[in-house]
């Protein structure tokens, strides 16, 4: 009676679209092939949207000059944003297995090329719900293993999980490491979502991902499990704008080492606490993107800026928060930290779609910054460089894409002045995740480019799709990496070259700076070659009914940037998943009473 009630409230549930899809959904991919093959540029890069934005993409399209293959990929997602019931619940159990050959020098998150976010719970517990036409709610609860584990060095009083690191074997079984191993840390997906035919805002946490890259994107990358977020979008034909707030955890909660406001590389670097021990502080991440079309859709220009700021004490100014504010304006604050990108594609010609990033995080020009010579020190250029190209095209049924993409990234990308004891504003942030009973562990993650800064990566995908039958992919990644990462001291630098103090104008080969975590960076002295191909696919059995399964390959030349170390890895996943729905349609109205 109750829920027959809600819906009579909710008569004209088909006129909800605010529905945001998840990142993962098979639709994007769609979407963009489809854009790819008519010669447009691609349709927004900032993900994750809502049913409404993309309903709006679809309509962009020429139904009368579609193929017989691209009608039928347009059809199919037309379908996919037809009514919905008024409630739905989604029970999804899944069984997932990972191995891997080399847990001794492949043992952190990052050292695995799936990354840890994509693991499947052993069982999905999921609801939606349209309250009226401009309201839905998304909530997920996922019953599962720890997804982050704890190594050797903190096995004794934080029990080691089962998720991917020194062992072998794995999977996404609770309980295997005991009565502890339990996943308490949810949901990593649930919002509220407000919105109409041209606009939403969005509260509550979810995954992000910004940019057209497939190795990465500089603002803001899909690796971060989560972004506890308010943003709002506004878009039409031809513009779209976004606004973005994230809070995220801040350093002093987890960078235990620093003593009276000051790092000590000697001391313990560890993220692993009860809670309560840490310093308490302010840390967001504040971001306004705006898209534009242009030359009858075949241009796609997108400008970004962002600022990362945190405050021990917790004080921040109302102006931070201005949505049509220069954010580069701050950048004199020590609080503040600002990048700025932006973005390109072009459609060249039916099927070809050329792109490029440029990421600003520093820069010294005579009249900017200054530039670094053999006797006086400046900020060292810290930038990002993006291009490549895509292709997609129905074919025998389905969708053939492929993409080839280069970039580099600067050696201090990222990396900023240390403030009030701590690397403050760097775009460096971490994620909470539970490895024991009461005990914590938070993973650092670079905000933008998966692979941060002193990388040049080559990377070449294709791959091939049966919607909602199957799906196999191809990657072939090829990249250098400096000694620089994510815990390496922000510092001014002399010119490349000079005697006093010299940096590699290229990728570093030394790492001279202090560092952070390794206080044996110092032996760092070689770049590092990583060769990494990956096969990875999917089968859909019946309806709701999936295997899926990835073997990656990683081969390193200078291994931990040792001259002469080499160390390889093969990490394998495979998956089973099913999903059942029950729901509550909007035409229940009629039987109430």
Not at 429 to 449: C, I, N, S
Request: hydrophobic letters at 35%; charged letters at 15%.
């Amino acid at each position: 009676m109750l829920l027959a009630g809600m819906a009579g409230t909710a008569a004209a549930q088909t006129g909800n679209r605010q529905r945001i899809l998840p990142l993962d959904s098979e639709f994007y991919a769609a979407l963009r092939s489809l854009y790819i093959s008519r010669g447009l540029a691609l349709p927004s890069t900032t993900g994750p949207q809502s049913e409404a934005e993309l309903s709006l993409a679809l309509d962009r399209l020429d139904t009368a000059a579609l193929s017989p293959g691209e009608t039928e990929l347009y059809d199919h997602l037309a379908s996919a944003l037809g009514p919905r019931p008024l409630f739905t619940g989604r029970v999804t159990p899944a069984l997932e297995a990972q191995a891997h050959t080399n847990g001794e020098d492949f043992s952190l998150s990052h050292q695995f090329y799936r990354p840890i976010n994509t693991m499947r719970p052993f069982l999905g517990l999921s609801a939606e719900m349209f309250l009226t036409d401009n309201a839905y709610i998304y909530f997920e609860w996922p019953v599962t293993g720890r997804m982050y584990y704890a190594d050797k060095g903190t096995a004794g009083s934080h029990p080691p999980s089962p998720g991917a690191g020194e062992s072998f074997f794995s999977a996404n079984i609770p309980f295997l490491a005991g009565e502890n191993d339990f996943d308490s840390d949810t949901p990593y997906r649930a919002f509220l979502a407000l919105g109409g035919g041209g606009w939403n805002v969005v509260l509550g946490r979810d995954r992000l991902s910004w940019g057209p890259g497939e190795s990465g994107n500089f603002v803001v990358g899909d690796q971060v499990h989560y972004h506890n977020n308010l943003r709002a979008s506004f878009f039409n034909d031809s513009f779209k704008y976004t606004y973005n707030i994230t809070g995220f955890p801040y350093p002093g909660e987890y960078y235990l080492g620093w003593k009276n406001g000051d790092y000590d590389p000697s001391g313990t670097w560890s993220g692993t606490q009860t809670g309560g021990a840490g310093i308490k502080g302010l840390s967001l991440f504040i971001a306004h993107r705006g898209e534009m079309r242009f030359l009858k859709q075949r241009l796609n220009l997108v400008i970004t800026e962002t600022i990362r700021y945190q405050s021990r004490n917790g004080n921040i100014s109302l102006e931070a928060f201005l949505p049509v504010l220069l954010m580069h304006n701050f950048y004199r604050d020590n609080n503040q930290n600002s990048l700025l990108s932006l973005e390109a594609d072009y459609a060249l010609f039916p099927g070809l779609n050329l792109y490029g990033q440029v990421a600003v995080d520093e820069f010294n020009i005579p009249f900017a910054e200054g530039s670094p010579s053999a006797d006086a020190p400046a900020n060292p250029p810290a930038m990002g460089y993006m291009l490549g190209a895509k292709t997609a095209f129905p074919l025998r049924g389905g969708i053939f894409q492929a993409s080839l993409e280069g970039a580099y990234t600067t050696p201090y990308l990222y990396l900023d002045r240390e403030s009030e004891g701590f690397n403050s504003n760097s775009f460096v942030t971490a994620v909470r995740y539970q490895t024991g009973a009461g005990y914590y562990f938070f993973v650092e993650d670079f905000l933008g480019y998966r692979w941060g800064g002193d990388a040049l990566v080559v990377n070449l995908r294709s791959s091939f799709t049966r919607l909602e039958r199957w799906k196999a992919q191809f990657n072939f990644l090829l990249m250098f990496h400096g000694t620089h990462d994510r815990w390496t001291k922000w510092e001014q630098v002399y010119s490349a070259g000079s005697g006093n103090s010299p940096r590699d104008a290229f990728l570093t080969s030394a790492h001279q700076p202090r560092n952070y975590a390794d206080p044996e960076a110092d032996r760092r002295n070689a770049v590092s070659v990583t060769i990494l191909p990956s096969v990875s696919g999917s089968v859909v059995l019946w309806k709701n009914c999936r295997v899926y399964g990835e073997a990656d390959f990683i081969a390193q030349i200078n291994h931990g940037n040792r001259r002469g170390a080499f160390a390889a890895d093969l990490q394998l996943s495979l998956g089973f998943s099913y999903s059942f729905d029950f729901s509550v349609p909007a035409e229940t109205h009629a039987l109430d009473g």
